[in-house]
């Protein structure tokens, strides 16, 4: 992997990251997401990545479902929601992709399906939702390009499980 595409794929990684700190936010903003039953009989997996130069972004959906000239990018958790909404980071994620097949495949997606363990969640991919996430990667980039970036969370747990922690400076004990 080249170092260009080793930042691109670090970028959507730090994507997650920086949604995943603003998780306990009260107004995210963000939609709710509306839960959906779907046949996953058709549901064909996606091996390849999907790469945008003009977003400079790379990632590859678990799944890509044709609906008739639709494609609909899914993103497959292995965690239950257990009737909690789910995380930001995972439907920053999401929209990433969504934003990926709308430039790398040429269709924009009305949606995407986030798909947990006990509940399958549609989440519309609006105007409000993409301008939400093209200000996250213009912030995750100029974050990037600090010398410093303070701790954003005070949870300990978060750095326990953290791959960074071993050269992070600012983890918390647990
Ligand atoms: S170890 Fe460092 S990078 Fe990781 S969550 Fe804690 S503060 Fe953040």
Redesign the pocket.
């Known amino acids: 992997m080249t170092p260009f595409l080793l930042a691109l794929v670090l970028l959507l990684l730090g994507l997650g990251l920086f949604f995943l700190a603003r998780r306990q936010r009260k107004e995210s903003g963000l939609p709710a997401g509306e839960i959906i039953y779907t046949d996953a009989g058709d549901w064909r997996r996606n091996d390849r990545p999907l790469f945008s130069n003009r977003y400079r972004l790379v990632g590859k959906p678990d799944y890509l479902v044709r609906q008739g000239r639709m494609i609909i990018p899914v993103e497959v958790k292995s965690a239950r929601l257990r009737g909690r909404p789910p995380h930001d980071s995972h439907k920053m994620q999401l929209a990433a992709y969504c934003l990926l097949v709308e430039d790398a495949l040429g269709v924009r997606p009305d949606y995407g399906i986030l798909r947990y363990a006990d509940a399958t969640i549609r989440l519309d991919y609006t105007d409000a939702l993409r301008r939400e996430l093209l200000a996250a990667m213009t912030a995750m980039r100029r974050a990037a390009a600090l010398p410093d970036i303070p701790?954003s969370h005070d949870d300990p747990a978060?750095?326990h499980f953290?791959g960074?922690?071993e050269s992070?400076d600012?983890?918390?004990a647990v």
């Open positions: 701790r978060r750095c953290c960074y922690r992070c600012e983890a918390l």
